[in-house]
């Protein structure tokens, strides 16, 4: 932890209700910062809210990004009554298994949804805000959107969508002051990806793929969400960190010798 450096910081965090989401509000939250934690299940971010550090300012708000109206008067909201927005977090995302073939137009369309309308709409919305104060966004992607897996092509689609709309909100909107940023996670462990942590060939084979031989905890991946918001990385602009223990540093061939 690197002291108070977003103090006096309004922060919103979507998808904050569990894993990166709610690492990334306590982050900021222990650094100072006012945090807006924002999920589509009250239940969740109030858990959420209630395992917050102590001394931090954690404020759950329920909103689906994927609804425009409703992320877009949230943050709106927000910003009216803090006096200011500092940072977004587009973390808010899901997955459902499928090929091309196999994914109905219903669950093409929540993926999509989810994944890039909300970071669409919620952009959006807090550009104006941002720009006042020369804030930030940093999109949370994927190593699915750097390259593709088999069985998830909605997801990839998606994520793939994300590393570009993050580039070119970067060029449009970088001389106003404000950064736009991503990191891509591979596995982490949450809720989520329970049934995968918990499935231990499939462990196995993500061990033997990953150079540092685990999955990511939910915290270093916040720890790169709140680098890419600080001052530290005020001429970072346009980047994508992958948070993958080393795996986008492979050819993708088997391991040989």
Request: include cysteine; glycine fraction near 14%.
């Amino acid at each position: 932890m690197d002291g108070k450096r977003f103090t006096g910081k309004v922060v919103i965090v979507t998808g904050a209700g569990s894993g990166i989401g709610a690492a990334t509000a306590y982050r900021f939250g222990r650094e100072g910062a006012t945090v807006i934690a924002v999920g589509r299940t009250e239940d969740k971010l109030k858990h959420a809210a209630a395992g917050a550090p102590a001394g931090s300012t954690v404020v759950p708000r329920v909103a689906d990004v994927s609804d425009e109206s409703a992320i877009t008067a949230l943050i709106a909201g927000v910003a009216e009554e803090y006096g200011r927005l500092d940072v977004l977090v587009n973390n808010a995302g899901m997955g459902l298994p499928g090929t091309v073939e196999q994914t109905d137009t219903a669950a093409w369309r929540r993926v999509q949804g989810v994944n890039i309308d909300g970071v669409f709409f919620a952009s959006r919305a807090a550009l104006p805000h941002l720009r006042r104060v020369g804030g930030c966004i940093v999109n949370v992607g994927s190593v699915s959107g750097l390259g593709a897996d088999w069985g998830l092509a909605a997801y990839n689609a998606a994520k793939g969508a994300l590393v570009n709309l993050t580039n070119a909100m970067a060029l449009d909107h970088g001389h106003e002051g404000v950064r736009v940023n991503a990191v891509h996670p591979s596995l982490t462990i949450t809720p989520i990806t329970a049934p995968v942590v918990e499935n231990e060939e499939l462990m196995a084979a993500f061990r033997q793929r990953i150079p540092m031989g685990r999955a990511a905890e939910p915290g270093e991946v916040a720890d790169v969400i709140a680098f890419l918001a600080g001052t530290d990385a005020r001429f970072v602009n346009g980047a994508h960190i992958p948070v993958d223990g080393g795996l986008s540093a492979s050819s993708g061939q088997p391991r040989m010798f």
